[in-house]
């Protein structure tokens, strides 16, 4: 059967129907007869088909041929391969001075090339999908060289095309695997939908030019390319249920295969995981063999290791790590990869590894999916390799180690000193000759006027000038490649460049400035051929996050449609591809853009010396995250756990607009704008506990209205980050300044108030007052000024009561009767103690469920008033019940669940459990390394330790744990001599009470026939 003959077998099967109207069933007969709609001349090479192949479908790839011209079918039936298509284009736009437009029309039809390649491959000669790929990539080809006789039409058909094909299935994954019909019949119903686009369009340029360019009529093609990636989509998921079943019986056939060998005695060789997380396999990694070499042994899958790959940033420490991961993975259960710059970072990747390995559960919360991922690592018995990419912050990284005996670990990082790996190696530069061969290996030089030596000669010379350095190589290449420059003609630019940078004269730079400009020439090439409105996308992208932006925080919030915007996006990423200035990964909502690091700050250095351009690139940041980042909800409290995911994307992009606007010369100007960013972003990082980021986000904040509304400012939104600083200087320890903090923020949360009309008064300016007495009156509580703190409450109390009930205030209200119960408590008011403890547990379980951080902190305080009212046994499981939610939540080595874990020996040792207390006790303090619990919560833990030891009536054990103790608070607990229980004082008055609470001072617990007292 000849080609068009062949292709009546791929009609559109009638469940493909996905939104598009139904046709009724038709007869084709193509050749010379009065009933075709068309009949051909003889001299036009149109396949006959018989009568008899009629077919009852909706359309046919022969209809939809038929509808075209002579010309145009030629076009489709004569089309080969890529380059021959690509080549004719060329031809075409040369004739009409469009040479620019080529990249993009040799892009699509590349994408085309390796979806013909993969149906050529599947079907293995069970039917004609091959023939329907062609088919559809000459379809491609007609429209491209229709559309190329409209300047300004050419970038948005192509554009269009380009949409289109990228919904194609990712084949090259599958290629070989699973040669089954199913498949290759699939991929032919999508070749028949291309077709139909193609098809559509065609009809639409050849109407009217004044119809279709002056009167702007797209509605029609817009129409079709919906619906043929409707159909794609729908098609593509077919595909891939088709995918997963014949995986699933290549596993089922894998396993009875290895359960064969095993019966017959012999153990199977290492086999590759199901469960690895890696990027993909780098193709054009080149040298490194020594270094892999002296990696392959130590991680050689017999032994459990740990090493650490230590560089300057762009030396190719991750790239080695991959290459190392990939050939090293059949040695491996699991080999798995996680970002590790930051803390958030880690977690991320630590959740993804829940999604991908099947234990995540979505009914919890995100720490709690971190915890699930922990505790695998701690327990598993399989050999597990972990890369840990880019470790920059090594204090948060003990948390996140893997406990168990069979997991290895590989860690990058430019940090020389990380005290985490048994085994440190540097990475250098390449020598001249692994440059070269990367260099003409990614910069694919064709036929070149100079012979392999000399081509060789100047690679040598580029890696020697590059310092070596593979990023700036491959960039470099890169660029080469994409500008279709020879070795020569790229030497003479690279020449004009040269003296840019003093560092091109030694043999390494030895700073991370040096290296972003010994980039910046081959960027500035780059840089210098982006239109206006590509340059200001990407100097406004720099500010963010460099691995991970989403797309959709580059768009505007003029009120316009969101997709008429991203229409308006797209060409100008595309453009920021196409210099391969930015990476584009993921699709729709999903899509992420990422930038080199060095790239980055060669745009920073650059915009340093324009500086109204960089001070507007900022702004638009600023101004994008304030439009992603949600704003917390200040009368209900620490609600939005929903919104976490958003938060948890948002607070990176912060963390970098704080960085360069603090590293900024000449500095930049803040904005309120920032200032609110950083004030929610504070108040959200707090609540992960990540302390010192809080701190710098605040302070930062603060200072920007200080310097635009001035340091006595009584604005709400500079009260607000005065609040935030007290609460911060609080929870460190800091009472002094936290105090006139809170003094300051009462006196001007009044003087606003104060200066409103009464009806202007929003409940908000009342719930934000209430919370600065709340506040301060924890800080009292602190310093055991408890007549002070409960009129603060009571007043609180009172607006509360004004505005709202226990029902719309939850928990502001339980918030109140938790301090309020600590206040009683003090007060020795025991059963108005208990009953507000009780309640206000009530309240927050209600709001937040019993699996929530801040409802054990309520149930602390419960457990600790149940003690001092002389209740030991019915705390005891209460304390009990914190210790495991903790556990759960956050692991063991964390300082909160330590804390719990210590109150639970509190209450063991009120009950005369003394041995079950030492040993809650000695666990603890095991883990303070691990956990970076400091200062006076170990010392706190070891005076207690002392308690029970002197119980025990082991009084030189006791006297040794004071002195540890000593050691571990020196500025708390000097040389007087004092008591166990006087030391206990001393050291729990330093302390915050309301988070981590007391039992000595005015909350001391009596405990009969003690001996420590």
């Given at each position: 059967?000849?080609?068009?003959?062949?292709?009546?077998?791929?009609a559109r099967p009638k469940v493909a129907d996905h939104g598009r109207e139904k046709t009724n069933a038709v007869t084709v007969?193509?050749?010379?007869?009065?009933?075709?709609?068309?009949?051909?001349?003889?001299?036009?090479?149109?396949?006959?088909?018989?009568?008899?192949?009629?077919?009852?479908?909706?359309?046919?790839?022969?209809?939809?041929?038929?509808?075209?011209?002579?010309?145009?079918?030629?076009?489709?039936?004569?089309?080969?391969?890529?380059?021959?298509?690509?080549?004719?284009?060329?031809?075409?736009?040369?004739?009409?001075?469009?040479?620019?437009?080529?990249?993009?029309?040799?892009?699509?039809?590349?994408?085309?090339?390796?979806?013909?390649?993969?149906?050529?491959?599947?079907?293995q000669g069970l039917g004609p999908a091959s023939e329907a790929a062609l088919i559809a990539m000459g379809s491609i080809k007609?429209?491209?060289?229709?559309?190329?006789?409209?300047?300004?039409?050419?970038?948005?058909?192509?554009?269009?095309?380009?949409?289109?094909?990228?919904?194609?299935?990712?084949?090259?994954?599958?290629?070989g695997l699973f040669p089954i019909p199913k498949l290759q019949d699939i991929l032919s119903k999508v070749c028949v939908e291309?077709?139909?686009?193609?098809?559509?369009?065609?009809?639409?340029?050849?109407?009217?030019?004044?119809?279709?360019?002056?009167?702007?009529?797209?509605?029609?093609?817009?129409?079709?390319?919906?619906?043929?990636?409707?159909?794609?989509?729908?098609?593509?998921?077919?595909?891939?249920?088709?995918?997963?079943?014949?995986?699933?019986?290549?596993?089922?056939?894998?396993?009875?295969?290895?359960?064969?060998?095993?019966?017959?005695?012999?153990?199977?060789?290492?086999?590759?995981?199901?469960?690895?997380?890696?990027?993909?396999?780098?193709?054009?990694?080149?040298?490194?063999?020594?270094?892999?070499?002296?990696?392959?042994?130590?991680?050689?899958?017999?032994?459990?290791?740990?090493?650490?790959?230590?560089?300057?940033?762009?030396?190719?420490?991750?790239?080695?790590?991959?290459?190392?991961?990939?050939?090293?993975?059949?040695?491996?259960?699991?080999?798995?990869?996680?970002?590790?710059?930051?803390?958030?970072?880690?977690?991320?990747?630590?959740?993804?590894?829940?999604?991908?390995?099947?234990?995540?559960?979505?009914?919890?919360?995100?720490?709690?999916?971190?915890?699930?991922?922990?505790?695998?690592?701690?327990?598993?018995?399989?050999?597990?390799?972990?890369?840990?990419?880019?470790?920059?912050?090594?204090?948060?990284?003990?948390?996140?180690?893997?406990?168990?005996?069979?997991?290895?670990?590989?860690?990058?990082?430019?940090?020389?000193?990380?005290?985490?790996?048994?085994?440190?190696?540097?990475?250098?530069?390449?020598?001249?000759?692994?440059?070269?061969?990367?260099?003409?290996?990614?910069?694919?030089?064709?036929?070149?006027?100079?012979?392999?030596?000399?081509?060789?000669?100047?690679?040598?010379?580029?890696?020697?000038?590059?310092?070596?350095?593979?990023?700036?190589?491959?960039?470099?290449?890169?660029?080469?490649?994409?500008?279709?420059?020879?070795?020569?003609?790229?030497?003479?630019?690279?020449?004009?460049?040269?003296?840019?940078?003093?560092?091109?004269?030694?043999?390494?730079?030895?700073?991370?400035?040096?290296?972003?400009?010994?980039?910046?020439?081959?960027?500035?090439?780059?840089?210098?051929?982006?239109?206006?409105?590509?340059?200001?996308?990407?100097?406004?992208?720099?500010?963010?996050?460099?691995?991970?932006?989403?797309?959709?925080?580059?768009?505007?919030?003029?009120?316009?449609?969101?997709?008429?915007?991203?229409?308006?996006?797209?060409?100008?990423?595309?453009?920021?591809?196409?210099?391969?200035?930015?990476?584009?990964?993921?699709?729709?909502?999903?899509?992420?853009?990422?930038?080199?690091?060095?790239?980055?700050?060669?745009?920073?250095?650059?915009?340093?010396?324009?500086?109204?351009?960089?001070?507007?690139?900022?702004?638009?940041?600023?101004?994008?995250?304030?439009?992603?980042?949600?704003?917390?909800?200040?009368?209900?409290?620490?609600?939005?756990?929903?919104?976490?995911?958003?938060?948890?994307?948002?607070?990176?992009?912060?963390?970098?607009?704080?960085?360069?606007?603090?590293?900024?010369?000449?500095?930049?100007?803040?904005?309120?704008?920032?200032?609110?960013?950083?004030?929610?972003?504070?108040?959200?990082?707090?609540?992960?506990?990540?302390?010192?980021?809080?701190?710098?986000?605040?302070?930062?904040?603060?200072?920007?209205?200080?310097?635009?509304?001035?340091?006595?400012?009584?604005?709400?939104?500079?009260?607000?980050?005065?609040?935030?600083?007290?609460?911060?200087?609080?929870?460190?320890?800091?009472?002094?300044?936290?105090?006139?903090?809170?003094?300051?923020?009462?006196?001007?949360?009044?003087?606003?108030?104060?200066?409103?009309?009464?009806?202007?008064?929003?409940?908000?300016?009342?719930?934000?007052?209430?919370?600065?007495?709340?506040?301060?009156?924890?800080?009292?509580?602190?310093?055991?000024?408890?007549?002070?703190?409960?009129?603060?409450?009571?007043?609180?109390?009172?607006?509360?009561?004004?505005?709202?009930?226990?029902?719309?205030?939850?928990?502001?209200?339980?918030?109140?009767?938790?301090?309020?119960?600590?206040?009683?408590?003090?007060?020795?008011?025991?059963?108005?103690?208990?009953?507000?403890?009780?309640?206000?547990?009530?309240?927050?379980?209600?709001?937040?469920?019993?699996?929530?951080?801040?409802?054990?902190?309520?149930?602390?305080?419960?457990?600790?008033?149940?003690?001092?009212?002389?209740?030991?046994?019915?705390?005891?499981?209460?304390?009990?019940?914190?210790?495991?939610?903790?556990?759960?939540?956050?692991?063991?080595?964390?300082?909160?669940?330590?804390?719990?874990?210590?109150?639970?020996?509190?209450?063991?040792?009120?009950?005369?459990?003394?041995?079950?207390?030492?040993?809650?006790?000695?666990?603890?303090?095991?883990?303070?390394?691990?956990?970076?619990?400091?200062?006076?919560?170990?010392?706190?833990?070891?005076?207690?330790?002392?308690?029970?030891?002197?119980?025990?009536?082991?009084?030189?054990?006791?006297?040794?744990?004071?002195?540890?103790?000593?050691?571990?608070?020196?500025?708390?607990?000097?040389?007087?001599?004092?008591?166990?229980?006087?030391?206990?004082?001393?050291?729990?008055?330093?302390?915050?009470?309301?988070?981590?609470?007391?039992?000595?001072?005015?909350?001391?617990?009596?405990?009969?026939?003690?001996?420590?007292?």
């Amino acid at each position: 059967m000849d080609l068009l003959g062949s292709l009546c077998c791929c009609a559109r099967p009638k469940v493909a129907d996905h939104g598009r109207e139904k046709t009724n069933a038709v007869t084709v007969t193509v050749g010379n007869s009065p009933e075709s709609p068309e009949s051909p001349p003889p001299s036009e090479k149109v396949p006959q088909v018989s009568e008899t192949q009629a077919l009852d479908v909706p359309r046919t790839l022969q209809e939809l041929l038929q509808r075209l011209t002579t010309e145009q079918r030629d076009i489709v039936v004569t089309t080969k391969d890529c380059a021959e298509a690509v080549q004719s284009l060329q031809k075409k736009l040369g004739d009409r001075g469009l040479e620019s437009k080529t990249s993009k029309l040799g892009r699509t039809l590349h994408i085309l090339e390796t979806f013909v390649g993969g149906i050529t491959t599947l079907s293995q000669g069970l039917g004609p999908a091959s023939e329907a790929a062609l088919i559809a990539m000459g379809s491609i080809k007609m429209v491209l060289s229709m559309s190329a006789r409209y300047v300004d039409v050419v970038e948005r058909m192509v554009d269009c095309l380009t949409t289109l094909v990228n919904t194609f299935p990712r084949l090259n994954e599958y290629l070989g695997l699973f040669p089954i019909p199913k498949l290759q019949d699939i991929l032919s119903k999508v070749c028949v939908e291309c077709v139909l686009f193609c098809v559509s369009c065609a009809e639409f340029l050849d109407r009217s030019a004044v119809r279709n360019f002056v009167g702007l009529i797209w509605s029609a093609v817009d129409k079709d390319l919906e619906t043929a990636q409707k159909n794609i989509s729908a098609l593509k998921e077919e595909f891939d249920e088709e995918v997963r079943l014949a995986y699933t019986r290549t596993v089922i056939q894998w396993q009875e295969k290895m359960g064969t060998l095993i019966a017959s005695g012999p153990q199977p060789g290492p086999v590759t995981a199901p469960h690895t997380i890696l990027r993909p396999r780098n193709r054009n990694f080149v040298g490194r063999a020594a270094l892999l070499n002296r990696l392959d042994k130590l991680f050689s899958g017999v032994n459990v290791a740990s090493c650490s790959i230590v560089g300057l940033g762009g030396m190719g420490k991750s790239q080695v790590a991959l290459e190392l991961g990939h050939r090293v993975k059949a040695r491996f259960d699991h080999v798995v990869w996680f970002h590790t710059e930051t803390e958030l970072d880690l977690t991320k990747s630590f959740v993804e590894m829940a999604h991908r390995f099947g234990f995540y559960d979505k009914s919890l919360p995100f720490e709690e999916n971190v915890e699930l991922t922990r505790r695998f690592l701690n327990t598993t018995d399989k050999r597990c390799l972990l890369i840990y990419d880019n470790v920059d912050e090594t204090r948060f990284l003990p948390r996140y180690w893997p406990e168990s005996e069979s997991v290895s670990v590989l860690v990058t990082t430019q940090r020389s000193q990380t005290g985490l790996t048994s085994e440190s190696i540097p990475i250098g530069a390449m020598d001249e000759a692994e440059g070269a061969e990367l260099l003409l290996r990614l910069s694919e030089t064709g036929p070149s006027s100079i012979n392999p030596e000399d081509a060789n000669k100047e690679a040598k010379w580029f890696s020697e000038s590059l310092g070596g350095l593979p990023l700036a190589i491959a960039h470099y290449a890169g660029y080469m490649a994409q500008s279709k420059m020879s070795l020569n003609e790229f030497r003479a630019a690279f020449r004009d460049h040269f003296q840019d940078s003093h560092i091109w004269h030694s043999q390494l730079a030895g700073s991370l400035d040096g290296y972003s400009r010994t980039l910046e020439s081959v960027w500035s090439l780059a840089l210098s051929k982006l239109s206006p409105e590509a340059r200001q996308t990407l100097n406004m992208l720099v500010y963010l996050r460099e691995d991970a932006a989403p797309e959709l925080m580059l768009l505007g919030s003029d009120g316009e449609e969101q997709w008429k915007q991203l229409m308006r996006l797209r060409p100008l990423v595309m453009e920021l591809q196409d210099r391969q200035l930015v990476e584009r990964t993921g699709t729709g909502a999903n899509a992420m853009l990422r930038t080199h690091p060095a790239f980055k700050r060669t745009v920073i250095l650059r915009l340093a010396r324009e500086p109204e351009d960089r001070q507007k690139a900022f702004d638009r940041a600023v101004a994008s995250i304030r439009r992603s980042l949600p704003g917390r909800s200040l009368d209900k409290g620490r609600s939005g756990v929903d919104l976490q995911p958003v938060i948890h994307m948002c607070l990176p992009h912060v963390l970098s607009l704080m960085k360069e606007f603090q590293l900024a010369d000449p500095p930049l100007k803040g904005s309120l704008e920032f200032a609110d960013v950083l004030c929610d972003s504070s108040f959200y990082l707090w609540e992960e506990h990540l302390l010192a980021d809080a701190f710098s986000a605040a302070e930062l904040g603060e200072n920007i209205c200080s310097d635009i509304l001035g340091k006595e400012d009584d604005s709400p939104l500079h009260i607000q980050l005065f609040g935030l600083l007290a609460n911060l200087h609080h929870t460190q320890g800091r009472r002094a300044v936290a105090h006139d903090l809170y003094k300051k923020v009462i006196a001007g949360r009044r003087a606003h108030i104060a200066r409103l009309p009464p009806e202007q008064v929003t409940s908000t300016d009342k719930i934000d007052l209430a919370r600065s007495f709340n506040d301060f009156s924890e800080w009292l509580v602190d310093e055991e000024r408890l007549d002070e703190a409960l009129g603060l409450v009571q007043q609180a109390l009172a607006i509360y009561t004004e505005l709202g009930s226990e029902e719309t205030l939850t928990f502001r209200f339980g918030n109140q009767y938790g301090t309020l119960s600590l206040i009683y408590c003090g007060q020795r008011r025991m059963e108005e103690a208990l009953d507000y403890a009780r309640r206000s547990v009530e309240l927050i379980v209600k709001l937040y469920g019993e699996r929530y951080y801040f409802t054990t902190i309520f149930q602390l305080h419960h457990a600790v008033v149940l003690l001092v009212a002389g209740k030991a046994s019915e705390a005891l499981p209460v304390f009990d019940a914190v210790l495991q939610t903790r556990v759960d939540l956050r692991g063991e080595s964390d300082t909160e669940t330590l804390e719990a874990m210590m109150w639970l020996a509190v209450g063991q040792y009120h009950l005369s459990k003394l041995d079950e207390a030492e040993a809650s006790l000695e666990k603890a303090l095991s883990l303070k390394e691990k956990a970076c619990w400091t200062h006076t919560g170990p010392a706190r833990a070891l005076l207690w330790w002392a308690a029970v030891l002197a119980e025990q009536g082991k009084a030189a054990e006791a006297e040794a744990a004071v002195e540890r103790a000593r050691r571990e608070a020196p500025d708390v607990l000097r040389t007087e001599k004092r008591s166990i229980q006087g030391h206990l004082e001393v050291c729990e008055r330093a302390i915050y009470c309301w988070q981590y609470c007391r039992c000595t001072g005015v909350f001391r617990v009596e405990r009969a026939g003690g001996r420590s007292g």
